[in-house]
T-cell receptor, first 115, second 112 residues
Framework: DAGVIQSPRHEVTEMGQEVTLRCKPI?????LFWYRQTMMRGLELLIY????????DSGMPEDRFSAKMPNASFSTLKIQPSEPRDSAVYFC?????????????FGPGTRLTVL | SQQGEEDPQALSIQEGENATMNCSYK?????LQWYRQNSGRGLVHLIL?????REKHSGRLRVTLDTSKKSSSLLITASRAADTASYFC????????????FGAGTTVTVRA
């Protein structure tokens, strides 16, 4: 298995531009998580899907952020318009949820720089 | 918000020595997990310990859990240069929503 795939790996954009981050979870996994990692705030959960349905988006910073999961093999995180404070590494993770385990498998991340 | 807090924030040891880091959390949990993150990479799951377990081993890793103190420790024995990484504990809370809360991490540097 290729693991969780994220694209792009690096993104540099200017303030005000729209940014779309993409994630392909591990085949067969039923949960998908978007995280943001910064030095100041550590690893923050932004949103979590289960069976393609958003379950908890309480971590989404504001309306500029939106996430979709149109099918079990693809998810996007969109920032529109982007701001310099959105600069961070964004991780996607997937897992096969069950009562006894919820190990998450992380992608390599997208390093976003907003100028 | 971060449920788990690791201690120390950073640790520097000589190759071959043991490394111990601790995690404290605030609410009841179903299980606690430890992850490793190498520089520039995503997190990798190391070990999961359930709330009814007190100790677990995986290779050179030993994890303990004390639910009465709401704390866990990760011991890496006979450290190697490849163990240089940040280590995070993650807790799931006592709900069934499968979310994990990660601590700020302990950065471990193993000197050759």
């Amino acid at each position: 298995d290729a693991g969780v795939i994220q694209s792009p790996r690096h993104e540099v954009t200017e303030m005000g531009q729209e940014v779309t981050l993409r994630c392909k979870p591990i085949s067969g996994h039923n949960s998908l998580f978007w995280y943001r990692q910064t030095m100041m705030r550590g690893l923050e959960l932004l949103i979590y899907f289960n069976n393609n349905v958003p379950i908890d988006d309480s971590g989404m910073p504001e309306d500029r952020f939106s996430a979709k999961m149109p099918n079990a093999s693809f998810s996007t995180l969109k920032i529109q318009p982007s701001e310099p404070r959105d600069s961070a590494v964004y991780f996607c993770a997937s897992s096969l949820q069950g009562w006894a385990y919820n190990e998450q498998f992380f992608g390599p991340g997208t390093r976003l720089t907003v100028l | 918000s971060q449920q788990g807090e690791e201690d120390p924030q950073a640790l520097s040891i000589q190759e071959g020595e043991n490394a111990t880091m601790n995690c404290s959390y605030k609410t009841s949990i179903n299980n606690l997990q430890w992850y490793r993150q190498n520089s520039g990479r995503g997190l990798v799951h190391l070990i999961l310990i359930r709330s009814n377990e007190r100790e677990k081993h995986s290779g050179r890793l030993r994890v303990t859990l004390d639910t009465s103190k709401k704390s866990s420790s990760l011991l890496i024995t006979a450290s190697r240069a490849a163990d240089t990484a940040s280590y995070f504990c993650a807790t799931d809370g006592d709900s069934n929503d499968y979310k994990l809360s990660f601590g700020a991490g302990t950065t471990v540097t193993v000197r050759a």
